[in-house]
């Protein structure tokens, strides 16, 4: 038995303390659900599970927000929901997860998919082992990103922030501040120019009460002049580059992918998934691991890097993406993100596998065929990847 996308869609991704900013997590979920809904005329009642990942899970979004926003959405009570958490990659791992259900016989209709809002990420303290704890400076942790309460016994080598792996990965790769910065400037000068175009339209669907038509983030005046003055982050010398430019931002948004077995919904298919793969590397060398994870799934579906037409790679960092290019010598650059990637579009974390996904599954049926890879890196070293084909 084979999964098939029948649907996908997304809200706008939104600027951390933009316009999607006051809307809750849940409520955002809820959006794309009821959207998905009124796009296909499903019955609600017909969905087996709800599965959404979520990779923050520390405010609004926490006692299971996939069950909240089916709840929200109007599903029946009947209607069960689980929430998941794979980092940045939670919407694949809810695809991955409802792909196999169905590929089993446990269920007929999916709702995959993922959320997030680091703008209403909370500040979060550490509780006392003791009722009565003396009196004394406590940690304030953010939430929206990055390592928090670190276990000491891991090596302090694998928790250096994500930005300092990225710079590490540019110095090891020998990636220069000018590939990563020509690499940003592609990316929203092609998602500028997919919105001109129409290309998002049928993909994206707007939050009520919000007045956000588009992907936020993108700036289509973006160049190398403007990029060049910006400083790096993640390095202590001069020969850092990775900066703000040249990196995903902070995002709000959700996604959701809807799922079913063949003929299982009265409509045709946008794509079915035909492979899956993960990887694991060193923590702090995360961003190269979607090169082994997409070779994976491309072995598990039966194809080679020949066959690819279209990959669509989350753009955690440039330097990340142009080592993951390099990973894959015979796929051909022009293939990857061609609508431009999370540089410009943004990446709210537990919602950019399903775009990613959802993006690869209506571009496949715009051409009428062909065969596209969807593919994220991880924080604390871990890729994964899906092949879909139509």
Not at 16 to 34: E, N, Q
Not at 248 to 258: E, Q, R, Y
Not at 296 to 322: C, K, M, P, Y
Not at 377 to 390: P, T
Request: hydrophobic letters at 45%.
């Amino acid at each position: 038995m084979q999964t098939y996308i029948y649907d996908a869609v997304r809200t706008p991704f939104g600027r951390a303390g933009g316009a999607l900013s006051g809307i809750r997590p849940d409520d955002l979920a809820a959006t794309v659900m009821r959207a998905t809904i009124e796009r296909t005329g499903l019955d609600p009642a017909r969905i087996d599970d709800v599965i959404f990942g979520d990779a923050n899970q520390a405010g609004e979004d926490n006692r299971n927000v996939a069950r909240m926003g089916a709840l929200l959405a109007g599903f029946p009570t009947t209607v069960t929901g689980v929430t998941v958490n794979r980092l940045c990659a939670s919407s694949v791992e809810a695809v991955v997860q409802g792909s196999r259900a169905i590929e089993v016989g446990d269920a007929d209709i999916v709702l995959a998919g993922g959320v997030e809002s680091m703008s209403r990420a909370p500040y979060v303290i550490e509780k006392s082992a003791r009722p009565f704890p003396a009196v004394g400076n406590q940690t304030l942790w953010n939430t929206a990103i990055g390592w928090r309460m670190v276990n000491r016994r891991l090596p302090k080598e694998w928790t250096i922030s994500n930005g300092e792996s990225a710079e590490k990965i540019a110095r090891e790769w020998g990636i220069s501040r000018r590939e990563q910065d020509e690499f940003a400037v592609r990316s929203h000068r092609l998602a500028a120019q997919a919105w001109d175009a129409g290309v998002y339209d049928r993909e994206v669907v707007t939050v009520d009460g919000v007045d956000l038509a588009r992907d936020e983030g993108i700036r289509p005046d973006s160049s190398l002049e403007k990029l060049a003055g910006l400083p790096a982050l993640f390095a202590n010398d001069d020969a850092g580059s990775v900066t703000a430019g040249n990196s995903s931002p902070i995002n709000d948004g959700a996604s959701a992918v809807l799922l079913g077995a063949e003929g299982a919904i009265d409509a045709e298919p946008l794509a079915r998934i035909t492979g899956r793969g993960s990887h694991g590397v060193d923590p702090d060398v995360f961003p190269i691991a979607p090169i082994e994870a997409a070779n994976t799934a491309l072995a598990r579906a039966g194809r080679t890097w020949a066959d690819v037409d279209l990959v669509e790679l989350n753009e955690a960092f440039a330097s990340q993406s142009i080592a993951c290019l390099r990973g894959w010598p015979d796929l051909d650059p022009d293939t990857l993100n061609i609508h431009g990637g999370a540089l410009a579009i943004g990446h709210p974390l537990g919602a950019s596998g399903g775009r990613i996904i959802g993006h690869a599954a209506h571009e496949l049926a715009r051409r009428g065929g062909g065969v596209a890879v969807a593919a994220i890196c991880i924080g604390v070293g871990q890729g994964l990847a899906v092949v879909l084909e139509r």
